[in-house]
C-alpha cells in the first residue's frame, strides 16, 4: 500500500487537559512482538504510535473562521462536531487542536465560539459542549491555552453548550476585551445570559446586570427539543475609543436573541445597559463587526436562527458617535426570492470595503457581495443579465476549482456555472464564516457546510472584469462522522461509509478521493469486501433520490452494480459480502433482510434473521455468515440463504455490538459491545462459529473489535480494539490471539467518540484505522515496529524469537543456537508466512494443528489434525483436506 504525503504533513498534534495528563507512554520495545502475561494479560512494552488522517478534507460544517488582529497569519477555525483548528502557514494545513478529548468528555468536540488574544497572541480560547437539550448529559466547558492550542486547561460551566445546535453559525460568543485581554464576555444559551471572566478564563460569573437573557427559539411548537432551545444572549462587540489601554473597554455592545431588543449597549466596562435606541426589529443579529476607522458597527441579520435556513433578513450600518442607523442591505435577488444574511466582514487594512454573504441560498447557489464604500453600493459574486436580443447571461467574479477536493461536486460533473442551474461545484452554503485578512486584503477564507474556500486574489474583484479565484482550504480538517470502515488486501488502502458525503475507496490515504458515484450516496452506513476476493467489494447507503439502495463491485470500486431500492426501509442499513464474493447479504432498517447471487442485480429474502440484525461474513469459508440482533448469534451454513439462532443469553441484549470474522481462520469470530446502563458490556471471543463465546477477562467495556497484518513471526492477525481495559480507555492491540494486550493511543490522541468502527491494515503490520463522530478517519502508525533481525549463528534464541533468513521470517520453537533455519526438516525453527488475505502459507517447517487453514499450489486446505512436513494433497490419506 502506499502512503505518499509527507509525515509532516499528516501527523497529528494535539494538546492535553491540564493538569488531568497522566505520564507520557512508557517507550517502546525495539521489538514490534509484545510480551506479556497469558489468558489476556497484560503486556510489558508499548508501542510508539504516529497518528494522522486519511485525507478527505473538511466534510462537515466550518461556522468560524477567527483571524488574530495583531499577529499576521495567525488563523483559527471552529468546527460544530469535529474540534478546533490552527493553520499552520508552513505546510498550508490546518492542525487538529483537541484531538485530546476522550470518550467520556466527547461533547468538547463541538466548537460553539473561539476567541483569539490580540495582546497576548499564544492565547486562544474555546467554548466547547455538543448540545443542550437530552441528547447530551454533560454541560459545557471554556478551555484555555496559552501556546497556541498546544495544551489546554478546562473550566467547567455550570450550564451546557450547544456546538452543534441551530445558531451555531451566529457569533462569535465568546470575546476578549481588547483593552484588558483578561476579561472575557461569553453569551450563552438557555437562558443563563451574558458571563463574564476577570482573570484570562480560569473562572466565569453571570453578569447579573446583564437585563436580556433571549426568547428566540428556532421552533417552540415542534416538540422536537433540539428545536426548543432558547438561543440566548449571542455576541459581543467592543469600542475601544475613550478607554485606556490596560483598563477593561467602556463601551461594550452586546447582540441578543431578541428580535425586539437585538442589541444593548454598556458605557461603563458592563456595569450597566441598556437597549440600543433605534435598533431593527424583526430580525435575529448573526453578526456584528466594528470599524473603528469609519466609526460604524456592522450587523448581518436573518429571520431564523440557521444554519440551514433563513428566507430574510437585512444589512445594518450604526453610528457609534451619532447613533444613526442606515439600511445597506444589497438588493439584488436574482432567483425572485429573498434570504437571511450570515457571514460579515470588514477589510481592516481598507475599513471602506465589507462584505456581507447569504445564509441560505440553496438554488441556484449562495451569494456573495462586496462593497467598497462601506454598503452604499454592493457587487455580487454572480449575477444575471438579460440582453436585449433575448436570453439569460451569468456574470461571474469568481473562477472556481476543486481539483485537490474532487468530491465537492457532489457525485455531479465539474463545470462554470450557467444560467438557471445549480453549479458544480458550488460556492457553498451555511456561510456563516466570511473573514478577510486583517493584514491582507487579497486573503478571504469562508466557511461552508462542507469546507472552506479561500481566495489569494480578493481585490481582483474591484477591476473592471475582474475575476477571484476560489480553492478549497480545509486540508487537515477532517470533520466527517465515519459509519464503517474496511481495508481489503492490495491496491486499496481503504473503503468507507459515512453521513452527508457517502464514503471514499481511498487507494492512497495521503490524496483526497473522489466520493462514491454511479450510484452516489449521499450518505453511507456500511461497507464490505470478500474475505478471500478483496476486489469485490459492497456498500450500503441513501441515493441521491434517497432511495435506501446497495451498490457491488468487482473490481475494487472503479464501477458499481446498483441494487433494487429497499421500499418501506428506514435505513440502508448493514452488507456483508461472503468470502469468495459470490453472496451478499443486506439487512436494511425496517425490512426483511434479503440475498443477492448475481452481484446484487436481484435480491431474494433470507429465511431466520430479523429486520435490522447487524450481518457480517466469515473470512474463509464462503458458506457461512453471521449475524446479531438483540442478543442472539444467528449463523448461516449456505452462503446467507437460511440462517439459525446458535447462541443467546451470553452475549449484550442492550447497546450497540460490533463483530467480525478473523481473517484467514474459519469460524473465529470476536464481538464487543454492550451497554454501561446495564447488562453486559465488554469483548468476546468464539472458535465455533459463534455456539460458544468466551469472555475476554480485563475489559469492563468494548465497542469496537478489527484486524490487522500480524507481527511479523505471528501465526495470526494482530486484534485491535476500542475499550476500557482496567479502568483505561484506549485503543488497544493483542498481537498474540488475544492472549495479552496493549494500549496504542496515549491522553493526547483520543478523538472523542471513536465507537463505530475499528480496522486494522492487512499490508502494514500495526496500523489502524480509527472511525470517529466528527474527527474523520484517524490513522494510527506504529513508528517503533521494526524488521525482525537477521539469523546469527553465534546469537541464542529461546521460544518465540523471531528472525529473518533467506527473504524468510522464522519463529524459534524451543532454545537454540548455531542451527540455521531451514537446514533441518524439523529442526527449531518454522518459517511463517501469510497470504496478503491473511490465510497462512503452508511451509514444510511450520507446525499446524486440528483446523488450521493453509494456501498451498493455489488452493486452500484445512489440517485434520496435528501436522509437520506433510505437503498438502500430497498424500491420498494425509492430514490435508481441500476446501472448495
Known amino acids: 500500500m502506499r502512503f505518499r504525503r509527507s509525515a509532516v504533513g499528516l501527523v497529528v498534534t494535539a494538546g492535553v487537559v491540564l493538569p488531568l495528563a497522566i505520564a507520557a507512554p512508557a517507550t517502546a520495545a525495539p521489538s514490534p512482538q509484545a510480551s506479556g502475561t497469558a489468558d489476556g494479560g497484560e503486556a510489558a512494552s508499548t508501542p510508539s504510535y504516529e497518528w494522522s488522517n486519511a485525507a478527505i478534507s473538511g466534510g462537515g460544517y466550518v461556522p468560524g473562521i477567527v483571524y488574530n488582529q495583531t499577529e499576521p497569519g495567525l488563523v483559527y477555525a471552529r468546527t460544530d462536531i469535529g474540534g478546533a483548528y490552527r493553520l499552520d502557514r508552513t505546510t498550508d494545513e490546518w492542525v487538529p487542536l483537541l484531538d485530546h478529548v476522550g470518550w467520556d468528555d466527547w461533547n468538547r468536540l463541538g466548537v460553539l465560539s473561539l476567541a483569539t488574544d490580540p495582546v497576548d497572541t499564544s492565547r486562544v480560547y474555546v467554548a466547547t459542549g455538543m448540545y443542550t437539550n437530552e441528547w447530551d448529559p454533560s454541560n459545557g466547558a471554556i478551555l484555555r491555552s496559552d501556546d497556541y492550542g498546544a495544551t489546554w486547561q478546562a473550566s467547567a460551566l455550570p450550564f451546557k453548550v450547544g456546538g452543534n445546535m441551530p445558531g451555531r453559525g451566529i457569533g462569535e460568543r465568546l470575546q476578549i476585551d481588547p483593552n484588558d485581554d483578561d476579561v472575557l464576555y461569553y453569551g450563552a444559551e438557555s437562558g443563563q445570559g451574558l458571563w463574564r471572566s476577570t482573570d484570562a478564563g480560569a473562572t466565569f460569573t453571570k453578569v447579573d446586570s446583564f437585563p436580556n437573557v433571549g426568547d428566540f427559539v428556532p421552533d417552540a411548537g415542534s416538540g422536537n427539543s433540539y428545536l426548543m432551545q432558547n438561543l440566548g444572549v449571542l455576541w459581543t462587540a467592543f469600542d475601544r475609543a475613550g478607554t485606556d489601554a490596560g483598563g477593561p473597554t467602556r463601551t461594550i455592545f452586546t447582540a441578543v436573541a431578541d428580535?425586539?431588543?437585538?442589541?444593548?449597549?454598556?458605557?461603563?466596562?458592563?456595569?450597566?445597559?441598556?437597549?440600543?435606541?433605534?435598533?431593527?426589529?424583526?430580525?435575529?443579529?448573526?453578526?456584528?463587526?466594528?470599524?473603528?476607522?469609519?466609526?460604524?458597527?456592522?450587523?448581518?441579520?436573518?429571520?431564523?436562527?440557521?444554519?440551514?435556513?433563513?428566507?430574510?433578513?437585512?444589512?445594518?450600518?450604526?453610528?457609534?458617535?451619532?447613533?444613526?442607523?442606515?439600511?445597506?442591505?444589497?438588493?439584488?435577488?436574482?432567483?425572485?426570492?429573498?434570504?437571511?444574511?450570515?457571514?460579515?466582514?470588514?477589510?481592516?487594512?481598507?475599513?471602506?470595503?465589507?462584505?456581507?454573504?447569504?445564509?441560505?441560498?440553496?438554488?441556484?447557489?449562495?451569494?456573495?457581495?462586496?462593497?467598497?464604500?462601506?454598503?452604499?453600493?454592493?457587487?455580487?459574486?454572480?449575477?444575471?443579465?438579460?440582453?436585449?436580443?433575448?436570453?439569460?447571461?451569468?456574470?461571474?467574479?469568481?473562477?472556481?476549482?476543486?481539483d485537490e477536493v474532487p468530491w465537492l461536486t457532489f457525485g455531479k460533473d465539474a463545470g462554470a456555472p450557467v444560467p438557471w442551474s445549480e453549479p458544480a461545484p458550488k460556492l457553498g452554503w451555511m456561510v456563516s464564516a466570511l473573514e478577510i485578512d486583517p493584514f491582507d486584503s487579497d486573503e478571504l477564507m469562508y466557511g461552508t457546510g462542507a469546507t472552506i474556500y479561500r481566495s489569494e486574489d480578493l481585490t481582483a474583484w474591484d477591476q473592471p472584469g475582474g475575476t477571484i479565484h476560489l480553492t478549497p482550504e480545509a486540508f487537515g480538517i477532517e470533520e466527517t462522522a465515519i459509519q464503517d470502515l474496511v481495508a481489503p488486501a492490495g491496491d486499496v488502502d481503504l473503503v468507507s461509509a459515512m453521513l452527508d458525503l457517502g464514503g471514499f475507496v481511498h487507494d492512497d490515504l495521503g490524496t483526497v478521493a473522489q466520493s462514491f458515484r454511479s450510484p452516489y450516496f449521499g450518505g453511507g452506513t456500511s461497507v464490505d469486501a470478500a474475505g478471500l476476493a478483496p476486489d469485490v467489494l459492497v456498500r450500503a447507503g441513501t441515493d441521491g433520490s434517497g432511495a435506501r439502495v446497495v451498490a457491488a463491485?468487482?473490481?475494487?470500486?472503479?464501477?458499481?452494480?446498483?441494487?433494487?431500492?429497499a421500499d418501506g426501509a428506514t435505513g440502508s442499513g448493514t452488507v456483508t459480502v461472503n468470502a469468495d464474493g459470490s453472496s451478499i447479504v443486506w439487512a436494511p432498517d425496517g425490512v426483511a433482510v434479503r440475498r443477492s447471487t448475481d452481484g446484487g442485480t436481484t435480491f431474494a429474502d433470507v429465511v431466520g434473521l430479523p429486520a435490522g440484525a447487524r450481518v457480517e461474513s466469515d473470512r474463509v469459508d464462503p458458506s457461512l455468515v453471521y449475524a446479531f440482533a438483540g442478543g442472539v448469534f444467528s449463523r448461516s451454513t449456505d452462503g446467507g440463504a437460511t440462517f439459525a439462532a446458535v447462541s443467546s443469553g451470553t452475549l449484550p441484549a442492550e447497546g450497540p455490538v460490533r463483530f467480525g470474522a478473523t481473517p484467514g481462520t474459519i469460524g473465529d469470530v470476536w464481538l464487543a459491545g454492550g451497554s454501561d446502563e446495564g447488562g453486559v458490556y465488554g469483548l468476546w471471543h468464539s472458535t465455533d462459529g459463534g455456539a460458544t463465546w468466551t469472555a475476554t477477562s480485563g475489559f469492563a467495556e468494548a465497542d469496537t473489535v478489527?484486524?490487522?497484518?500480524?507481527?511479523?513471526?505471528?501465526?495470526?492477525?494482530?486484534?485491535?480494539?476500542?475499550?476500557?481495559?482496567?479502568?483505561?480507555?484506549?485503543?488497544?492491540?493483542?498481537?498474540?490471539?488475544?492472549?495479552?494486550?496493549?494500549?496504542?493511543?496515549?491522553?493526547?490522541?483520543?478523538?472523542?467518540?471513536?465507537?463505530?468502527?475499528?480496522?486494522?491494515?492487512?499490508?502494514?503490520?500495526?496500523?489502524?484505522?480509527?472511525?470517529?463522530?466528527?474527527?474523520?478517519?484517524?490513522?494510527?502508525?506504529?513508528?517503533?515496529?521494526?524488521?525482525?533481525?537477521?539469523?546469527?549463528?553465534?546469537?541464542?534464541?529461546?521460544?518465540?524469537?523471531v528472525v529473518a533468513s533467506g527473504d524468510a521470517v522464522w519463529v524459534a520453537t524451543w532454545w537454540t543456537q548455531n542451527q540455521k533455519p531451514g537446514a533441518k526438516k524439523n529442526g527449531p525453527w518454522q518459517e511463517v508466512a501469510a497470504t496478503p488475505t491473511g490465510v497462512a502459507v503452508w511451509t514444510a517447517s511450520r507446525i499446524f494443528d486440528t483446523g488450521d487453514v493453509v494456501s498451498a499450489g493455489g488452493s486452500l486446505w484445512r489440517a485434520a489434525w496435528w501436522t509437520r512436513g506433510d505437503e498438502p494433497g500430497a498424500k491420498k490419506n494425509g492430514p490435508w483436506e481441500r476446501l472448495g
Open 553 to 565: 463491485s468487482t473490481d475494487s470500486g472503479a464501477t458499481w452494480t446498483t441494487s433494487p431500492a
Open 706 to 801: 478489527g484486524f490487522g497484518k500480524a507481527a511479523p513471526g505471528a501465526t495470526g492477525p494482530v486484534i485491535y480494539t476500542a475499550a476500557s481495559r482496567e479502568g483505561v480507555r484506549g485503543v488497544y492491540r493483542s498481537v498474540d490471539g488475544g492472549a495479552t494486550w496493549v494500549r496504542i493511543n496515549d491522553d493526547q490522541h483520543q478523538f472523542g467518540w471513536i465507537g463505530a468502527d475499528i480496522e486494522g491494515d492487512p499490508d502494514v503490520f500495526g496500523r489502524v484505522y480509527l472511525a470517529t463522530n466528527g474527527r474523520g478517519i484517524v490513522v494510527g502508525d506504529d513508528a517503533s515496529a521494526v524488521a525482525p533481525q537477521a539469523w546469527s549463528a553465534k546469537a541464542v534464541y529461546d521460544e518465540g524469537d
Open 259 to 402: 428580535t425586539d431588543d437585538i442589541l444593548y449597549r454598556s458605557d461603563d466596562a458592563g456595569v450597566t445597559w441598556a437597549p440600543v435606541a433605534g435598533a431593527p426589529k424583526g430580525f435575529l443579529p448573526h453578526h456584528g463587526v466594528i470599524d473603528e476607522d469609519g466609526r460604524f458597527l456592522y450587523l448581518t441579520t436573518s429571520n431564523t436562527s440557521g444554519p440551514y435556513d433563513g428566507s430574510d433578513g437585512e444589512v445594518w450600518r450604526y453610528g457609534l458617535d451619532d447613533g444613526t442607523w442606515t439600511n445597506i442591505t444589497p438588493d439584488y435577488r436574482p432567483v425572485g426570492v429573498d434570504f437571511g444574511f450570515g457571514g460579515l466582514t470588514v477589510d481592516k487594512s481598507d475599513p471602506d470595503t465589507i462584505m456581507v454573504a447569504s445564509q441560505i441560498q440553496w438554488w441556484p447557489d449562495i451569494l456573495i457581495f462586496r462593497s467598497t464604500d462601506r454598503g452604499a453600493t454592493w457587487s455580487p459574486i454572480w449575477e444575471y443579465a438579460y440582453p436585449a436580443e433575448g436570453g439569460t447571461t451569468l456574470t461571474a467574479r469568481y473562477e472556481q476549482s476543486v
